[in-house]
Structures are given as structure tokens and as C-alpha cells.
């Protein structure tokens, strides 16, 4: 079983604090993406990583960086952490064999607060 | 531009059956996802179509048209378990992308 998980479940943190959001999958998968999941607006797609060391900005990458020094290892860093980054976080992660047809794995999500 | 429509909230009863749709508008179409998403949990694969047609699993049957833009989820013999989000999303050719809906509250009452 593909196995996702994240540093944190629950984070509050303050208004220009540094955070780090961890992730680490356990099947080897080439791809690795980070959402944020808001209410009403679904999934939205931050940054997302197709092999080390690369990274691709998503649709609301503003606020947010990303790292992936490890193939199981992607971390998004907000540099200064604001109001409006109070959110539930999604890791996913995803192989490129045909077989597994792009299929994303979550991780359990982190809810953050900042406050 | 992209863009994925679905219906915020649907109740069905349980046992009975229920169809959640889903319409896209996306350039270069390569495939389907439906995920389930249960309050406080992560998102969970369900099923993926390529190909114009109903493929069933279970209880759960996913239909795809291409041409129409049109995908729906249905789920028969509803548990109450089944009370959660249903997520559809597209992936793109060419590209490592997923665009997701922004799902589907189903609610299953006794």
C-alpha cells in the first residue's frame, strides 16, 4: 500500500512566522504535488515536483516554496505565514508507470492556523 | 480556460441509488478521476476513465462521455458510510496536472 504522510495533522502558528509542511511517500513515485483545500473552492494546486531537485509552480504558488532534495521527500515553506494561509494542506503523490494511470495518493493533511 | 462543474450538495436516502455529475471544459482531455473524501480525511481514489462508457466496481459505476464534457458517479445501495465529499478531476495530456472539482457533499439518511 502507498503510503503518504505529513510532519503535522495540526499547526497554529503566527502572523510572520516561517513554516514547514513536510511530506514523505514510501512508493518511490516520481511525482509529488501540494493543494490546499479551502471550502468551496475544492483543491487548488500550490507547487508540484516531477523528479528531484525540480519543481513547477501550480495555480497559487504566491506566498509559498518548495523543496524536493530527496525523491520521497517534498516540503513546502511558507516564508511568512499570513491570515489567508489558514488552511487544510494536502500532499500527493503519483507515478508515471502507465499502470497507475496518474492516480494521486494523499497524505492525511495538515490543518493550519495562523493567527 | 478550465473549468469543472458538480453540484455542492446532494441527500439520498439509504439504500437507495444516487448519480453525482460532473461537467468539464479543458483543452487536451486525457482522462477522468472521481475520488471520495470523507469530513476531516484525505481524498480517496475511486475510479478513472479514459474511454467513452460506464465501468463498474461494486457499488460504484463511473460514466464518461468526451464528447459532452459530461462524467457522473453513481452509487448504488447507499450505506450510510458513504456520506461524504465526491471529488471529480481531470488530468490533461502532456502535462503532470490534476484539476479537481470542488466536490460533491453527499449526504445519506436513514
Known amino acids: 500500500d502507498v503510503k503518504v504522510t505529513q510532519s503535522s495533522r495540526y499547526l497554529v502558528k503566527r502572523t510572520g512566522e516561517k513554516v514547514f509542511l513536510e511530506c514523505v511517500q514510501d512508493m518511490d513515485h516520481e511525482n509529488m504535488f501540494w493543494y490546499r483545500q479551502d471550502p468551496g473552492l475544492g483543491l487548488r494546486l500550490i507547487y508540484f515536483s516531477y523528479d528531484v531537485k525540480m519543481k513547477e509552480k501550480g495555480d497559487i504558488p504566491e506566498g509559498y516554496s518548495v523543496s524536493r532534495e530527496k525523491k520521497e521527500r517534498f516540503s513546502l515553506i511558507l516564508e511568512s505565514a499570513s491570515t489567508n494561509q489558514t488552511s487544510m494542506y494536502l500532499c500527493?503523490?503519483?507515478?508515471?508507470?502507465?499502470?497507475?494511470?496518474?492516480?494521486?495518493?494523499f497524505g492525511p493533511g495538515t490543518r493550519l492556523l495562523v493567527l | 480556460g478550465q473549468n469543472i462543474d458538480q453540484p455542492t450538495e446532494m441527500t439520498a436516502t439509504e439504500g437507495a441509488i444516487v448519480q453525482i455529475n460532473c461537467t468539464y471544459q479543458t483543452s487536451g482531455f486525457n482522462g477522468l478521476f472521481w475520488y471520495q473524501q470523507h469530513a476531516g480525511e484525505a481524498p480517496t481514489f475511486l475510479s478513472y476513465n479514459v474511454l467513452d462508457g460506464l465501468e463498474e466496481k461494486g457499488r460504484f459505476s463511473s460514466f464518461l462521455s468526451r464528447s459532452k464534457g459530461y462524467s457522473y458517479l453513481l452509487l448504488k445501495e447507499l450505506q450510510m458510510k458513504d456520506s461524504a465529499s465526491y471529488l471529480c478531476a481531470v488530468t490533461n495530456t502532456g502535462g503532470f496536472k490534476t484539476i479537481f472539482g470542488a466536490g460533491t457533499r453527499l449526504f445519506v439518511k436513514a
Open positions: 500527493a503523490s503519483s507515478s508515471r508507470e502507465l499502470a497507475e494511470q496518474e492516480t494521486q495518493y
